[in-house]
């Protein structure tokens, strides 16, 4: 079993930042992508941002230059620092991240945390 936990969320002003980070815990024998994606009510989850094992990154549009995201492999964790954040980035946050939880899976298999909600007033 695989777990991912998010945290850092929260309720910011408009041009505030947040950091928000994602901790995989359970039966890990390796991890892939891990990314960020993110749901406004009415809307479909969309890609925030995913980064690779070796660290080849990519962004939404609508993010890059204000988001960062970054990881620690040793400690199976991703974070998403944002900056200068706008109403429009209000959403439930969701971490990703494709798992092999042993060496006998010849797959990663594809795991979500929870979700954070982000809340960014005007």
């Not at 925030?48 to 199976?76: E, H, L, P, Q, W």
């Not at 706008?86 to 959403?91: I, L």
Request: some cysteine.
């Amino acid at each position: 079993q695989v777990h991912l936990v998010e945290s850092g969320g929260g309720l910011v002003q408009a041009g505030g930042s947040l950091r928000l980070s994602c901790g995989a815990s359970g039966s890990i024998f390796s991890i892939n992508a891990m990314g960020w994606y993110r749901q406004a009510p009415g809307r479909q989850r969309e890609l925030v941002a995913t980064i690779t094992s070796r660290g080849i990154i990519s962004y939404a549009d609508s993010v890059k230059g204000r988001f960062t995201i970054s990881r620690d492999n040793a400690k199976n964790t991703v974070y998403l620092q944002m900056s200068s954040l706008k109403p429009e980035d209000t959403a439930v946050y969701y971490c990703n991240a494709g798992v092999r939880p042993t060496s006998s899976y010849t797959y990663y298999a594809n795991y979500w945390g929870q979700g954070t909600q982000v809340t960014v007033s005007s």
